[in-house]
């Protein structure tokens, strides 16, 4: 299985350190994995380096929007996953359009929320096949505007049991 795991930052710490332990996961289970990053730098890219994860960077230069990831369809394209796991807020931007440019594709988040997010940002979690809640407060505010099947527990075994669904 191919799992293209798109990344905001390695300057989200949380985010950062969860998808390397996750892609460090997939690797062990067997999986091709890859990373896009859509800023450089950070404290935790030296990290996944170290463990030979490989990571693309989408901008040359760090223009401090989270959200900007100029080519990531071709990215998407080269690396031909099966499925893409949204890692952090930013990334969800690309839900939609990633959607309509690649009919089929199997799109996951991990979503941590403290409140209710923006009407946008719960309209690109609505086209995922699933969304995976690292805590308790976060399943709270997602069963508000999505249905209980879409909302998992974060741990690898509910990951695993989403992507060979």
């Known amino acids: 299985m191919r799992i293209l795991l798109l990344l905001d930052s390695f300057k989200n710490v949380p985010a950062a350190a969860r998808t390397i332990a ?3 996961n997939f690797l062990d289970a067997g999986a091709e994995v890859g990373i896009v990053a859509f800023r450089p730098g950070g404290e935790l890219f030296a990290e996944a380096r170290k463990r030979n994860l490989p990571v693309r960077v ?20 080269f690396f031909r996953p099966d499925a893409v796991i949204f890692c952090a807020p930013g990334t969800l931007f690309h ?3 990633l959607s309509r440019a690649f009919r089929g594709l199997r799109m996951f988040s991990i979503s941590e929320f403290s409140s209710v997010p ?21 399943r709270e505010i997602l069963a508000k505007f999505l249905p209980a099947e879409k909302i998992l527990p974060l741990d690898m075994e509910n990951l695993l049991a989403a992507l060979a669904r």
């Open 22 to 24: 996750i892609a460090q």
């Open 58 to 77: 989408q901008q040359f230069f760090d223009s401090r929007l989270n959200f900007y990831a100029p080519g990531l369809t071709g990215a998407v394209l």
């Open 95 to 97: 839900g939609g359009p």
């Open 118 to 138: 923006s009407w946008f940002v719960r309209h690109a979690l609505r086209r995922m096949i699933g969304v995976l809640a690292p805590n308790e407060r976060s």
